[in-house]
Nanobody
Framework: QVQLVESGGGLVQPGGSLKLSCVGS????????MTWVRQVPGKGPEWVSD???????RYADSVKGRFSISRDNTKNTLYLQMNNLQPEDTAVYYC???????????????????RGQGTQVTVSP
């Protein structure tokens, strides 16, 4: 049974930091590209960042320079360090395995084969 379990979300003031974690099980985590995706109510999922099996990393322009993705394959864990958080970063954050590693992901959950339950990140004064 595939599971992705996120943790680390919470309420933080603008300019603050959070580190999200996602533990995967039930599939070959170490040999799969993994992504972080976020969603706000009423909108489709927004791709945030991904890391492939060779460690190649990409970020959405909106988070570049502030967020840092990493993975520890010995622990089947994906991380997202988020610094200088802003109110527009408020969303539910999901880790997800994409169906295909692509140059661009549409704003649709059909792009992802597995995802976790999500963790809420709220940035507010």
């Amino acid at each position: 049974q595939v599971q992705l379990v996120e943790s680390g979300g919470g309420l933080v003031q603008p300019g603050g930091s959070l580190k999200l974690s996602c533990v995967g099980s039930g599939f070959s985590f170490a040999v799969k590209p993994m992504t972080w995706v976020r969603q706000v109510p009423g909108k489709g999922p927004e791709w945030v960042s991904d890391i492939d099996i060779g460690g190649y990393i990409r970020y959405a322009d909106s988070v570049k320079g502030r967020f840092s993705i990493s993975r520890d394959n010995t622990k089947n864990t994906l991380y997202l360090q988020m610094n200088n958080l802003q109110p527009e970063d408020t969303a539910v954050y999901y880790c997800a395995k994409p169906r295909l590693y692509r140059m661009h992901y549409d704003s649709s959950w059909s792009e992802y084969e597995y995802r976790g339950q999500g963790t809420q990140v709220t940035v507010s004064p």
